[in-house]
C-alpha cells in the first residue's frame, strides 16, 4: 500500500506561491488549519502542487464517500457532461433528477410517500427544511440545540449554536428559535450521568420548556442531528431521539433530522437515525451525498411536503451532474461500502480506545462507522479541554503526512472516505499516535 510522502518541508514552494495569492483574492473568512494546497487526489490520497502525498482522513469534510474520484462517479459525471449539463429543475423536468427522487424517497427511513426537494448545499437542504416546517404547521416557533451546526445562510445559521465566530455581527436572526442542551453525556449541561439521568434532558423538554416559555402548539419543529457533527461528533444515548420524537408527536411538532454530516452510509448506515430507530418527518442531506459535487437534498413525508408550486426552488438545484454523482455514490454505498465503514470504523475505534490506554489526554473516543470523534483533555479527572493541543496534534500530523479535522472545541474528528482499507486506518493510527506523544505524550 502507498504510504505518506513528505518530499520537503511544509508548505513546499509552490503551495507558499499560491497561499500568498489566496490570502490577496481570496475571502479571509475561511479557516485553514494547515497549509494543504491540493493538486489532485484519488481514493484516500491527496497529492499537493509539490508532489507531496497525503493520507487523508477527512474526505473534504466527510463528502467524498465513495473516495476522491472513484471511477464509477467519475465515468457518471463525464456521461453525464456528454448529454445535458443545466437546465433547472426549477421549469424543466429532467431524467436524473426525477430517479434521485425516487431513489433517495424509497432509501427514507418510514412508512408512507416521501417526496424531495433539490438545493445545492447542506445550508440550503436546511433551508428548505425550516421553509417546509413553516408552511406545513403555519406555526412560528423552533427548537435546535446548543452545539449545533446546520449551515450559515440566515436560516440555517439562526439554528446553528457552534461557534459565536460564526454569529458575530449578523444579527438579528430569524426570530423564535431556542437552544437547548444536547445529550452530551460527557459533559451533560445538568451534571448527571446517563442512565441514571432518566434521560432528563428531554423531560425538560416538555417538562419545563414547553409549560415556561415555549406553547408547544405554536412549534413547528426540532431540529436536530442524529450525531452532532462540527459541535464534537457527538453520539447521544440509544433512546434520545425516540424520546424526543414522542414528545414531538404528541404536539404536532415535525421532527427535523440534519443528517448532512451523518447520512449517505457514514455510520455504516444509510442515515444515523436508523440506529436510534427513528424515522423523521423531514431529512436535510448534502455532503457524502454526491462524492463532492454540489447536491443538497431535503427528504420529507409526502403529506408534509404539500406546498405549492413557487413557494420555493432554486435555479441550479438538483443539477443532472451532481444527480448522476449522487445515483453513482449510492450504487456504491449499498454495494459494500456502508459494510466497509462498518469494519473499518469499528478497527479505528479499537484502536483509538487502546491508544486512550496509553494517552491520558485523550478523553473521550465515540462514534459510529466511520464518525468517529476523539475528545482532548489536559486531565481526566477535570476533563479541561486542550484545545491548544488539539491544533498542535493536528499539524503535526500534517507534517507526518495524515489529514485530521478538528470539531468542537477541542477534538479531532476522523472522518475518512468509506472505501478506507485496514491499512490505511493502521498508517493513520500510527501518525495519530505519533502525533499525540509529541505534543502530550
Ligand atoms: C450537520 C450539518 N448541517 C449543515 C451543514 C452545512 O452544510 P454546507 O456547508 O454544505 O452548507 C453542515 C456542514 O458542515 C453540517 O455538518
New binding site residues.
Given amino acids: 500500500m502507498k504510504s505518506p510522502l513528505i518530499k520537503m518541508a511544509l508548505p513546499g514552494p509552490r503551495a507558499r506561491k499560491f497561499i500568498k495569492l489566496d490570502k490577496t483574492f481570496v475571502s479571509p473568512s475561511y479557516t485553514r488549519i494547515y497549509p494543504l494546497v491540493v493538486e489532485k487526489a484519488d481514493g484516500l490520497w491527496v497529492y499537493d502542487v509539490d508532489g507531496n502525498r497525503f493520507l487523508d482522513f477527512t474526505a473534504g469534510?466527510?463528502v467524498n464517500a465513495t473516495g476522491h474520484c472513484h471511477p464509477d462517479v467519475v465515468k457518471a459525471i463525464k456521461d453525464q457532461a456528454d448529454k445535458l449539463l443545466h437546465m433547472s429543475g426549477t421549469d424543466f423536468y429532467y431524467t436524473p433528477q426525477i430517479k434521485l427522487a425516487e431513489k433517495l424517497a424509497s432509501l427514507a427511513p418510514g412508512n408512507g410517500g416521501k417526496r424531495v426537494y433539490f438545493g445545492?448545499?447542506?445550508?440550503?437542504?436546511?433551508e428548505a427544511a425550516f421553509k417546509l416546517a413553516r408552511w406545513h404547521t403555519q406555526r412560528e416557533l423552533n427548537v435546535a440545540f446548543f452545539g449545533?451546526?446546520?449551515?450559515?445562510?440566515m436560516g440555517?445559521l439562526s439554528l446553528?449554536a457552534s461557534k459565536t465566530v460564526q454569529k458575530k455581527h449578523y444579527n438579528p436572526f430569524v426570530p423564535g428559535i431556542t437552544h437547548i442542551p444536547y445529550a452530551y453525556c460527557y459533559r451533560c449541561a445538568y451534571n448527571l450521568c446517563y442512565p441514571d439521568c432518566g434521560l432528563f434532558c428531554v423531560h425538560w423538554v416538555e417538562d419545563t420548556l414547553f409549560r415556561t416559555t415555549m406553547p408547544p402548539e405554536e412549534v413547528a419543529a426540532i431540529f436536530v442531528?442524529p450525531i452532532?457533527?462540527?459541535g464534537g461528533y457527538i453520539v447521544p444515548p440509544p433512546d434520545f431521539h425516540k424520546e424526543l420524537q414522542k414528545i414531538a408527536r404528541k404536539y404536532g411538532i415535525l421532527y427535523v433530522a440534519?443528517?448532512?454530516?451523518?447520512g449517505m452510509g457514514r455510520t455504516g448506515k444509510m442515515f444515523a437515525m436508523e440506529h436510534f430507530g427513528v424515522d423523521a418527518d423531514i431529512m436535510?442531506l448534502?455532503?457524502g451525498i454526491a462524492s463532492g459535487l454540489?447536491l443538497?437534498a431535503m427528504v420529507a413525508r409526502a403529506d408534509i411536503m404539500n406546498w405549492e408550486a413557487g413557494s420555493h426552488a432554486s435555479t441550479f438545484g438538483g443539477n443532472p451532474l451532481s444527480c448522476q454523482a449522487a445515483m453513482a455514490t449510492i450504487a456504491l454505498l449499498e454495494k459494500n461500502l456502508m459494510k466497509n465503514a462498518v469494519k473499518q470504523g469499528e478497527r479505528l475505534m479499537n484502536g483509538l480506545r487502546t491508544l486512550q490506554k496509553t494517552y491520558e489526554c485523550l478523553g473521550d473516543v465515540r462514534g459510529k462507522g466511520l464518525m468517529i470523534g476523539v475528545e482532548l483533555v489536559k486531565d481526566r479527572e477535570t476533563k479541561a479541554p486542550a484545545a491548544d493541543w488539539r491544533g498542535h496534534i493536528i499539524r503535526k500530523a500534517f507534517k507526518k503526512g495524515l489529514l485530521i479535522l478538528g470539531c468542537g472545541e477541542n477534538s479531532v474528528r476522523f472522518c475518512p472516505a468509506l472505501t478506507v482499507s485496514a491499512a490505511e486506518i493502521d498508517e493513520c493510527l500510527t501518525i495519530f499516535e505519533e502525533a499525540v506523544k509529541e505534543v502530550a505524550g
Fill in positions: 469534510i466527510a445545492n448545499s447542506g445550508a440550503e437542504a436546511v449545533a451546526f446546520h449551515g450559515r445562510t440555517a446553528t442531528e452532532q457533527g462540527e440534519d443528517e448532512v454530516q451523518s436535510a448534502a455532503k454540489p443538497g
